[in-house]
């Protein structure tokens, strides 16, 4: 009965079969998402334009704000409420075998970690450097890989995994 379930789920025109808190704060992560990505992207633009770096620096701060409630609420999707995952966890040598389920398993969760990491260590970075052009090279350097590491690792429509632009 549960593969059934789990079927269904993977099926992404069965969404309303999808348990009402996974799908509340899965809506929640789908719009939080804009905010890390405009705040990713006005960041590194900040760190290019802005030689004292103030602008950037507030910037920064946001985003990296932003990016922890963001992984904190994909956190929660991933241990507690994603069938995605429950269903990959429970055997994952299966998953890895499975495109969809080692995406989300795998895939998307270590991209994103991936991307909050570089964010947190290039505000460090950033924040200890000598120089201004040394603070700006190194957030434009983090803060960009990071924004792009997300771009990449975001589920876009069309995509194998993909999911709607807005999710309500």
Do not use: K
């Not at 900040?46 to 770096?53: E, L, M, T």
């Amino acid at each position: 009965m549960e593969n059934v379930y789990i079927l269904a789920v993977l099926n992404m025109d069965a969404c309303d079969r999808l348990p009402p808190m996974y799908s509340v704060v899965l809506g929640l992560h789908s719009w939080i998402r804009w905010a890390a990505l405009a705040l990713g992207i006005a960041t590194t633009i900040a760190a290019i334009v802005d030689r004292s770096g103030r602008g950037s620096s507030r910037l920064g701060l946001f985003f990296m704000m932003t990016l922890d409630v963001q992984m904190l609420i994909g956190l929660l999707l991933y241990l507690a409420l994603s069938p995605f995952t429950r269903t990959a966890l429970d055997d994952f040598g299966a998953a890895m075998r499975n495109p969809s389920l080692r995406y989300w398993a795998v895939e998307h969760a270590a991209t994103m970690m991936l991307a909050v990491v570089l964010a947190h260590v290039g505000r460090v970075l950033a924040r200890t450097a000598r120089t201004p052009d040394a603070r700006r090279t190194r957030e434009i350097v983090c803060v960009g890989l990071s924004t792009v590491l997300m771009v990449v690792a975001t589920p876009w429509p069309g995509m194998a995994n993909g999911r709607p632009l807005f999710r309500v």
